[in-house]
């Protein structure tokens, strides 16, 4: 506890000594900081605080304490707000004994061998004194609400804070003892009550576990500057009523608590450099003959701080005391440029239009006198979008319309750019990153800037700036080149949308900047065709295709490093077949028959045919089919032969052509053979190749009787059998259609019927690999090579869409042509494994081939951008971008920025990266590494930042005060870019470029002046940024008095109250002006317009001197004059100055000459001491009171003897007069 109490009377002893330093410093949010204090709980058992000296070394000291580490950040923390909020994590270790005085017998205990020894000590002694030791660890998060304001004020801050948090505590017992021989003992009863125990705590009276908890606290901190000191308590709440060890069966507290009491330290991270000044306070008074006090000046803005606005602009309206002139008076935006407002010393009141940002917007206004000094902060937030109209002087806006940090490929770039509030484009600056000026085309109207430019390979950044007398902006935009072209491609054929008859059709396109068939795919509606040909060379892409009945959508994708395209065509497949007539019965023309009636059977195939296709001709008369079936493309009627023969015609068309067919049937009386085929059938698919027949032929004596044919081709090896009338035998077939023509005749007519059979010669495909190093049938190579051509011969493939090629088990492209397949690769390093199948309408087969690609080679590094290793920057962020070989992952680079890891992009081969520079040499290492070696390459950039020009004055060089019309001034500008700009103005009017130049950063100039202060104000603007500086300069003449009432000296009047009148010529300010009357001070009225000075007293009889002190920076004039107030003088007949109560007399005589010294006690009347103060008291207030400011009066000596007794007016003369001190010039130099 003494530690304790130490660390606490310590930190506020530092604090006292810091406490006149405070400064809140509103910039740092983030703090961290550490307490120490004491542990405690409130539970069943008391806590324990003496300290125990331990009887083991291992043992810690008793004293109950515990610490603390926390981390946070404010919230709200800002100048003006009522309450600001922490949010922090605490990191809370701490430990705590707790001893009871007397036996007690009702707890129970957690821990079941604890509860084993508690029934010992009940058997012993009724009872048990317990004790604990507890070690605590807790992790919390918690909320902070603190009074900011009163701390801002007075650097006290007290607060309330709550947290939750999970807590994990160990609970031990001193229950038990040994003896000499190392046996364990119960204690006695009277060592528990002399607590002579030995505070080993071997007994675990609760297993270490982890509780969630709640807490609430308090504290009270003293602020100096980034630094904080207090005192803080927290109870934490456990939620139950064991967290001493036991549990009491008497009730009790219900819950058991836990305190945490603690000294702290608080240390805010970061800068200081945005405080708000402490009002100094008033300076007393040097002496007690100072004629004034000096008071600090006060500001009071009249806005509402902290408020929102939808406005452009904004009136501020501000009060400011203590302050002389305007050029005590700066007003000034966040960016500490100067703003322009008007100030009227009459009232005191300061009016300024300033122009609203989008977002917010801070002003300062700050008054500085030689008393002291005074800063106020207004905060605005504007809710208006950038576009909004402003009004009064806004400054400059520039938005660049291009997207920046963004990567381009093409070498030439069209920048545009909205700048507002500019009146010509003499007021813009456009530069590259070496302030290089660059051309641009500015159009009033739209407010837009445009612009081409040439793009370098790699990182190029460009400035535009806009400056005017209000202010200035300047954006920045980076645009990254990389010198690579877009893939791109048309096709050939077809070269529109197409409609075709025919389902194959072969397509062609040209595909530029591609130099590999795995950046191109082919799409057939939306599914992906991997048989084509491509010539990298002509960038030529053929494929065949199987088009689909309809629409066919032809897309083809392809892609490279510079970007990616897709072209697209239709092709329509309009799939019509032409008519095909087929004789069923009778099956050929020439037959002949006995029956007249016949049922005639013809087969017509083809597109859309239907009966109102068809046109059949008996003997040359159209016949009416509409009673005829036609099903299944198969045309069936009956009609009625006539003796003899009977010619028929038969004709089809369809929107694809027409077919025609004759044929003749001969009606005779008697019996012509007939033909009939036992078993096939016409329109018979068979696999086999050899086909049996067996026909019956009726009404023929023999085989001389018939005739056979085979496709038009006569054939033998078939027999006629006399005994059952029947012709068999075998006939070979021929692959597609076959058709087989019998012809039978007697001497009635003939008979002939042709059988119509298909052989389908289906076989199965075969696939022979014929790559180089297969050829002796090798599916398992080794090629030291990355580039391979797969090849193999397919027998029995007529379509590439029957095939299929794949490489590592993903499907790859390839080129098919009569019976050939091809596939250009691109071999991984190791085994790589192909799979070439084929599946048509006849079978399935595959073949496997494996390939070792053992060409192990070290990766290379080639660098883009930059184009050298060695080079410099005045950009800070810089993109690298390099070509990596032989690397196939992220995971085998590492790029280091100065020795520390960075991010990259890695994707085909390319890697890519933005580096951060810092001020000087930046080393960019990027190494890559595989199995068979690395590479490594060493980019240096030296960064030398875009600075921010500065404005540099000689102060010796400048006078405070002038007397001349102008003053010469010359300024360096450090920084300074080709790209700067000046504009001077004076009292907030900025001067023609004639009366300055500069040269190289040096300004030279001869600034034209008006009588009083002039408020010089230099802005240099620049595409880094820009920079103010103000100075002031008094323009002034020396002071000089003409009176005008009197206007004589010695002037006599007979009235009492009297009007003075005086010129106080060049005085400037009323404050630079004294006047004493009878050697005391009285006030006046002062009209700076027309200098005119005016006061009104009552006089004593006798002499009355006028004394005028006027004092500016450029010198000092003196004046007195004397009034002869006589009462006893007839007012004379033609009244002059004064209303006729001036009479002038000039008898020669000096009067009282010291009454012409101005006193610097402003109640010296009051305190001269003479027989005649209480008439002096009574003429004090005599002197009449002016409408304007007023001074404190002087009593004035006044006699009380008549007109004409000469020796009470000698007695008069008599009378002391104040002491002769001269008026003290107190006003200070004027300026910042």
């Given at each position: 506890?003494?530690?304790?109490?130490?660390?606490?009377?310590?930190?506020?002893?530092?604090?006292?000594?810091?406490?006149?330093?405070?400064?809140?410093?509103?910039?740092?949010?983030?703090?961290?900081?550490?307490?120490?204090?004491?542990?405690?709980s409130s539970s069943d058992?008391?806590?324990?605080?003496?300290?125990?000296?331990?009887?083991?070394?291992?043992?810690?000291?008793?004293?109950?304490?515990?610490?603390?580490?926390?981390?946070?950040?404010?919230?709200?923390?800002?100048?003006?707000?009522?309450?600001?909020?922490?949010?922090?994590?605490?990191?809370?270790?701490?430990?705590?004994?707790?001893?009871?005085?007397?036996?007690?017998?009702?707890?129970?205990?957690?821990?079941?061998?604890?509860?084993?020894?508690?029934?010992?000590?009940?058997?012993?002694?009724?009872?048990?004194?317990?004790?604990?030791?507890t070690k605590l660890d807790r992790l919390s998060f918690e909320l902070v609400i603190h009074l900011n304001r009163l701390r801002e004020k007075t650097g006290v801050d007290p607060y309330v804070f709550g947290g939750l948090g999970f807590s994990w505590k160990s609970i031990m017992g001193d229950l038990t003892t040994l003896d000499e021989n190392g046996n364990i003992l119960i204690y006695s009863e009277d060592q528990m009550l002399n607590n002579d125990l030995d505070f080993e705590f071997e007994t675990n009276?609760?297993?270490?576990?982890?509780?969630?908890?709640?807490?609430?606290?308090?504290?009270?901190a003293y602020d100096f500057g980034n630094t904080s000191i207090g005192l803080e308590h927290k109870t934490t709440f456990t939620r139950g009523d064991q967290f001493d060890g036991y549990l009491s069966e008497v009730p009790r507290l219900e819950n058991d608590l836990y305190h945490y009491t603690s000294a702290f330290v608080r240390f805010r991270l970061g800068n200081s450099n945005h405080t708000r000044p402490q009002r100094p306070k008033p300076k007393p008074p040097s002496s007690v003959a100072d004629f004034s006090s000096c008071p600090t000046p006060i500001i009071d803005i009249l806005n509402a701080n902290n408020t929102t606005s939808s406005q452009g602009t904004l009136v501020?309206?501000?009060?400011?005391?203590?302050?002389?002139?305007?050029?005590?008076?700066?007003?000034?935006?966040?960016?500490?440029?100067?703003?322009?407002?008007?100030?009227?010393?009459?009232?005191?009141?300061?009016?300024?239009?300033?122009?609203l940002a989008p977002g917010n917007n801070t002003f300062i206004l700050k008054a500085t006198t030689n008393c002291g000094s005074d800063i106020e902060r207004l905060n605005i937030q504007n809710t208006t979008s950038s576009s909004s109209g402003f009004t009064g002087c806004p400054p400059p806006v520039v938005n660049i319309l291009n997207a920046s940090n963004v990567e381009v490929?093409?070498?030439?770039?069209?920048?545009?750019?909205?700048?507002?509030?500019?009146?010509?484009?003499?007021?813009?600056?456009?530069?590259?990153?070496?302030?290089?000026?660059?051309?641009?085309?500015?159009?009033?109207?739209?407010?837009?800037?445009?612009?081409?430019?040439?793009?370098?390979?790699?990182s190029n950044t460009f400035f535009i700036s806009g400056a005017n007398n209000c202010g200035s902006d300047t954006e920045r935009l980076n645009i990254q080149y990389t010198n690579c072209t877009q893939p791109s491609g048309v096709f050939i054929s077809p070269a529109t949308n197409l409609n075709v008859e025919s389902s194959s059709f072969l397509i062609q396109a040209r595909i530029l900047e591609i130099s590999d068939p795995s950046m191109l795919r082919l799409f057939v509606n939306n599914s992906q065709v991997f048989g084509f040909n491509f010539n990298a060379t002509t960038g030529l892409l053929q494929s065949t295709l199987s088009l689909e009945p309809g629409q066919n959508v032809i897309r083809i994708d392809f892609t490279n490093d510079c970007g990616q395209g897709t072209i697209t065509n239709t092709i329509f497949y309009n799939q019509c077949e032409t008519p095909f007539i087929e004789l069923i019965h009778p099956s050929a023309s020439g037959a002949t028959t006995n029956n007249q009636s016949q049922n005639i059977d013809i087969q017509i195939t083809g597109t859309d045919i239907s009966k109102n296709n068809i046109k059949i001709k008996l003997n040359g008369k159209l016949m009416e089919i509409s009673a005829a079936s036609f099903l299944n493309q198969l045309l069936s009627f009956s009609v009625s032969l006539s003796p003899g023969i009977n010619?028929?015609?038969?004709?089809?068309?369809?929107?694809?052509?027409?077919?025609?067919?004759?044929?003749?049937?001969?009606?005779?009386?008697?019996?012509?053979?007939?033909?009939?085929f036992n078993g096939a059938q016409t329109g018979l698919i068979t696999a086999q190749q050899s086909l049996g027949l067996n026909i019956t032929i009726n009404e023929i004596l023999g085989a001389q009787n018939i005739s056979y044919m085979l496709n038009g081709q006569g054939i033998t090896g078939m027999a006629f059998n006399t005994q059952n009338n029947t012709l068999s035998g075998n006939i070979t077939l021929a692959p597609g259609d076959n058709y087989f023509t019998i012809n039978a005749s007697n001497d009635c007519g003939t008979a002939i019927e042709t059988l119509h059979v298909i052989y389908n010669d289906c076989k199965d495909?075969?696939?022979?690999?014929?790559?180089?190093?297969?050829?002796?049938?090798?599916?398992?190579?080794?090629?030291?090579?990355?580039?391979?051509?797969?090849m193999a011969n397919l027998s029995n493939v007529n379509l590439a869409n029957e095939i299929s090629i794949k490489h590592n088990g993903n499907n790859i492209n390839f080129s098919f042509d009569k019976g050939k397949v091809s596939s250009n690769v691109l071999l991984r390093p190791g085994l790589n494994s192909f799979n070439i199948i084929v599946n048509t309408p006849c079978g399935e087969t595959s073949q496997n081939l494996t390939i070792v690609y053992d060409d192990c080679e070290p990766p290379t590094i080639t660098l883009k951008v930059p184009n050298n290793n060695a080079?410099?920057?005045?950009?800070?962020?810089?993109?690298?971008?390099?070509?990596?070989?032989?690397?196939?992952?992220?995971?085998?680079?590492?790029?280091?920025?100065?020795?520390?890891?960075?991010?990259?992009?890695?994707?085909?081969?390319?890697?890519?990266?933005?580096?951060?520079l810092i001020d000087g040499m930046n080393t960019i290492v990027i190494n890559a590494k595989n199995p068979c070696g690395e590479d490594t390459e060493n980019i240096s950039i030296n960064y030398e930042p875009c600075l921010v020009p500065e404005i540099s004055l000689d102060p010796s060089s400048i006078p405070s005060v002038i007397m001349t019309s102008s003053v010469p001034l010359t300024a360096m500008i450090n920084n300074y870019a080709a790209g700067t700009t000046m504009t001077i103005s004076v009292n907030g009017h900025s001067i023609a470029n004639s009366y300055f130049q500069m040269t190289n950063g040096t300004v030279t100039a001869n600034i034209p002046l008006a009588n009083g202060m002039n408020t010089i104000s230099i802005y240099a603007v620049s595409p880094c940024g820009s920079d103010a500086e103000t100075i002031s300069i008094l323009r002034c003449k020396n002071p000089s008095v003409n009176w005008i009432n009197p206007a004589l000296v010695n002037t006599v009047v007979t009235s009492e109250s009297f009007t003075l009148q005086a010129m106080a010529n060049n005085a400037l300010e009323e404050s630079n002006i004294r006047l004493a009357f009878n050697g005391a001070e009285i006030p006046f009225s002062y009209n700076s317009n027309t200098e005119l000075l005016s006061a009104t007293v009552n006089l004593i009889p006798g002499n009355n001197v006028f004394a005028i002190r006027i004092q500016n920076t450029c010198g000092v004039a003196n004046s007195n004059i004397t009034v002869i107030y006589n009462p006893t003088i007839e007012a004379p007949q033609n009244p002059g100055n004064n209303g006729g109560n001036i009479e002038k007399i000039n008898n020669g005589k000096t009067i009282n000459s010291n009454k012409g010294n101005i006193p610097s006690n402003r109640n010296s009347g009051s305190k001269n001491k003479n027989p005649k103060a209480s008439a002096e008291k009574k003429e004090s207030n005599n002197v009449k009171k002016s409408t304007t400011k007023q001074r404190p009066t002087g009593g004035q000596p006044k006699s009380n003897t008549s007109s004409g007794n000469k020796e009470k007016s000698k007695k008069e003369k008599e009378v002391p007069a104040p002491p002769k001190t001269p008026l003290k010039n107190t006003e200070k130099g004027k300026g910042r």
């Open positions: 506890m003494k530690k304790l109490y130490l660390l606490i009377f310590t930190l506020f002893f530092l604090g006292s000594i810091h406490g006149q330093k405070n400064k809140n410093n509103y910039e740092s949010k983030w703090f961290i900081g550490f307490n120490y204090g004491a542990t405690w058992i008391a806590n324990a605080w003496e300290l125990r000296e331990p009887q083991l070394e291992t043992l810690r000291s008793t004293s109950p304490s515990g610490w603390s580490l926390f981390l946070g950040k404010s919230y709200n923390y800002e100048y003006g707000k009522v309450l600001s909020f922490d949010l922090r994590g605490r990191y809370l270790r701490g430990h705590w004994y707790g001893q009871g005085t007397e036996l007690d017998s009702s707890i129970t205990a957690i821990n079941t061998d604890a509860q084993s020894i508690y029934d010992d000590y009940n058997s012993a002694y009724g009872g048990l004194i317990p004790n604990y030791y009276l609760i297993d270490q576990q982890k509780f969630f908890m709640p807490s609430l606290g308090f504290g009270l501020i309206n501000a009060k400011l005391t203590n302050v002389n002139n305007v050029s005590e008076i700066e007003l000034s935006d966040k960016n500490n440029m100067p703003l322009p407002f008007d100030y009227d010393v009459n009232t005191n009141n300061l009016t300024a239009t300033v122009s490929n093409q070498g030439v770039l069209s920048i545009s750019a909205q700048i507002l509030n500019i009146n010509s484009a003499s007021e813009i600056s456009f530069t590259d990153i070496n302030q290089v000026p660059l051309l641009f085309n500015y159009n009033p109207n739209s407010n837009v800037l445009s612009a081409t430019v040439t793009l370098n390979e790699g010619n028929f015609s038969v004709q089809v068309q369809n929107d694809c052509g027409s077919d025609s067919e004759e044929f003749t049937i001969n009606l005779e009386n008697c019996n012509a053979p007939s033909i009939i495909p075969v696939v022979s690999i014929t790559s180089p190093g297969s050829s002796n049938g090798a599916t398992d190579i080794t090629v030291s090579n990355s580039l391979y051509t797969i080079t410099e920057s005045n950009s800070q962020k810089v993109q690298i971008i390099a070509k990596l070989s032989n690397i196939n992952d992220a995971g085998q680079i590492t790029v280091l920025n100065n020795g520390l890891s960075i991010p990259f992009a890695f994707n085909n081969g390319i890697i890519k990266t933005l580096v951060i």
